[in-house]
């Protein structure tokens, strides 16, 4: 199996080589990039419309966020389309986003921007195969967030993916299929409690298994103490499908989840911002495994990709047509970049995203190849105002840090509208959640909006929210909403008061599992 790996390297190496060429010259790789979408642009009803009529006219194409172009994509009925202004080319599907704020969007998905998905997974897989683990077995878990009986009835496409690889052609994915560690029933499931059970009923039968890709770390601690509480249940209808010493680790009180899957060699998660605490956390239940992070890709483009030699995240610059803002308001293209310095993220990619604001921060942190590297650092302006305290981000995860919290791996400060005041939810913690509480005040009263909207009773207390089942609970609520459960994404503060039913159901379930 060794040999075949290889073998499936070597047929990745051209993609791979292509874009270390790129990396050698990342101006004019990205002029090349922006001629190719602006031609796109410019064929479309939307360039049209701008008058667009070759990239000199590049500037006079405007900075959009989604819902300035909410319209051209959904249109007044506000059902999915197989065409839309925005592109020449047909749509092949729409994928949900699941960010961290607001509703649910829409992306439309392209043959060419489906392509470019696929280069950066053939850069990053042959990244793995050269210079990665020493894989042997190819067993692969790719994550799955089923949608239930959702499909769009005129188009009779799927209106979302099913797993990762479904952002691949179809040779890629059909070469790929005999690796794939999949749950049984999987189109027939009713309910997420069924989900959970049959994957980790797949999960707990792939012996071999070596790879784990998903989106959020949480996404594989959901299982792992699904399987941890009902190891029993488990154990049961895996009678004569596993092994008996693997049943025997199953059935220990504190399972050994190394010793599970003693072939796991690389688990690709998010890393960076609110994901950094949980990929830690999977890196101690594995310490003998590889946690890649995933870099920065988002629904609506690849951006980066994590290559070893590089140690670090460098852009999907052959594909996705960069520019960056500063915060003094200045505009710079890839390779004006400065180390050190942080932007926000304008992007243009192949499926009819012109000068998109997609909200994202990062920070040079090194150049490769000539290239920068490209750090993500969080969602840009992320800021809680409910009494005028105006909490920021950056602020907020310094503080979190000061807390002696070290064996958490989620936190998330929620604000709560009535009455007014925060809640930072944890899903382990040693301290008593009274003491800590009362040092979260202490803390956050280092902002003086905060403290003064303290001194004035205009802010609540804060309370502390302690519980393993926390980010499960926030996902399917999520999910409920229109959000895909393996791509929730939980923000370290939370911009809007969270839903007051939902704070019901945290509330009711902490004291009932008192």
């Known amino acids: ?133 020493k894989f042997s077995t190819g067993k692969l878990y790719a994550c799955i967030s089923p949608q239930f009986g959702s499909l769009d009835s005129e188009s009779n496409h799927p209106l979302s993916l099913q797993n990762d690889l479904d952002y691949l052609d179809n040779g890629l994915r059909w070469f790929l299929r005999p690796w794939l560690v999949m749950p049984e029933k999987l189109k027939s499931l009713q309910n997420y409690q069924q989900f959970k059970h049959l994957l980790s009923l797949a999960l707990l039968q792939a012996e071999q298994l070596e790879i784990i890709s998903i989106w959020s770390p949480s996404f594989l601690q959901t299982h792992l103490k699904y399987i941890q509480e009902y190891q029993e249940l488990l154990s049961k209808e895996l009678q004569k499908k596993i092994s008996n010493e693997r049943l025997q680790l199953l059935a220990e009180p504190q399972i050994p989840w190394q010793q599970l899957w003693s072939n796991l060699k690389l688990i690709s998660c998010w890393d960076a911002a609110n994901s950094g605490d949980g990929a830690k956390g999977l890196q101690l239940q594995f310490p003998n495994v590889f946690v890649q992070g995933k870099g920065l890709l988002a629904t609506e483009a690849p951006m980066t990709i994590p290559l070893i030699g590089a140690n670090g995240y460098v852009p999907v610059l052959d594909e996705v047509f960069f520019e960056f803002e500063d915060d003094q308001g200045c505009f710079y293209q890839l390779h004006e970049l400065n180390i050190g310095q942080t932007y926000t993220i304008i992007l243009s990619q192949k499926g009819g995203l012109y000068r998109y604001r997609i909200g994202d921060r990062i920070r040079v942190s090194g150049i490769y190849h000539h290239t920068p590297c490209l750090e993500f650092l969080g969602r840009n302006e992320a800021i809680s105002d409910l009494v005028g305290e105006k909490l920021q981000e950056s602020f907020v995860c310094d503080i979190l840090a000061q807390l002696n919290i070290p064996e958490t791996c989620f936190k998330s400060l929620v604000p709560v509208a009535n009455p007014p005041h925060y809640i930072l939810l944890l899903d382990q913690v040693v301290e008593n959640p009274q003491i800590l509480a009362k040092q979260l005040d202490i803390a956050l009263s280092q902002s003086i909006q905060y403290q003064r909207a303290r001194l004035l009773d205009q802010l609540a207390p804060p309370q502390v929210f302690i519980s393993p089942k926390i980010p499960e609970l926030l996902a399917l609520y999520r999910v409920r909403s229109g959000s895909i459960w393996g791509g929730v994404k939980y923000p370290i503060l939370g911009t809007y008061p969270i839903n007051a039913d939902l704070f019901d159901q945290l509330t009711d379930y902490l004291q009932t599992s008192c």
């Not at 172009?69 to 020449?88: A, F, V």
């Not at 994928?95 to 829409?106: C, H, L, Y």
């Not at 392509?115 to 195969?129: G, R």
């Open 1 to 133: 199996m060794r040999e075949f790996i290889q073998l499936f390297g070597q047929l990745l190496a051209p993609s791979y080589r292509r874009f270390y060429r790129a990396l050698d010259n990342p101006q004019a790789t990205q002029e090349l990039v922006q001629r190719e979408i602006c031609d796109r642009l410019i064929q479309s009803e939307y360039g049209k419309s701008l008058n667009i009529r070759s990239v000199a006219d590049w500037q006079h194409v405007p900075i959009v966020d989604y819902d300035n172009i909410r319209h051209w994509i959904l249109g007044e009925q506000n059902s999915q389309r197989q065409r839309i202004p925005l592109t020449p080319e047909p749509i092949l599907f729409y994928e949900k986003t699941s960010g961290s704020s607001g509703a649910v969007k829409w992306i439309p998905y392209t043959r060419s921007l489906r392509k470019s998905f696929n280069q950066m997974f053939c850069v990053w897989a042959y990244d793995l195969i050269q210079n990665g683990p």
